[in-house]
């Protein structure tokens, strides 16, 4: 079944997070606290549309879009920075995930590289659970659920734009389904990031 998420599906979704996320990537880091907060945020954002996949009762996908990003990164930025100096001395223990963080932080503002009249229709965090993309039906459910959203930002804008590690051909395939077919690569961390652009005036 295919459902907008509500506040109390945040457990689940910081478990399906957590077990389907690269380590290395720096919600992962930050830790799950950071991780339930950007689904709170998310959900509670009145420009973010969360989208989740259940099956059997269990939530299997995820897909969000945001109409706004600009604001949602500004509030989100604001509760990271201040939970990141809160929490200074528990990363600090271990210098080299620090290190990471600080350099993520530094290579990870977007909103230089993607063009200002696009930023703010973002197609953020999509994932699909590693065991369903076992189930052809849940494969094909999810990406229906995806377009599905993608849908309802083109109701906004015509020019959106979405992200990908480098080495993840699956998603890339999917940006590209969905029109996001201009690719920038750009430096990030554990691997560089393609930004997919679909701006109709290129």
Known sequence: MIREAKEEDVDVLVTLHVNNMNKNELSMLLGVDVIREFYLYSIRDPHATVMILEDSNFVVAVSIIYTRYDLFTKKFKKMLVRYFLLNFYRYIRNYKNLLVILRKFWMGDLSKKVPHHIYNFHVGLFIL??????????????????????????????????????????????????????????????????????????
């Open 129 to 202: 659970d590693k065991k369903a993309r076992e189930n052809c039906q849940l494969a094909v459910e999810f990406v229906q659920m995806y377009r599905d959203n993608v849908k309802k930002l083109q109701q906004y804008s015509s020019n959106y734009w979405g992200s990908c590690y480098c080495s993840n051909s699956a998603s890339k395939r999917l940006m590209e389904d969905q029109g996001m077919s201009f690719f920038i690569r750009s430096p990030s961390y554990p691997e560089d990031i393609y930004i997919g652009i679909c701006d109709v005036f290129k």
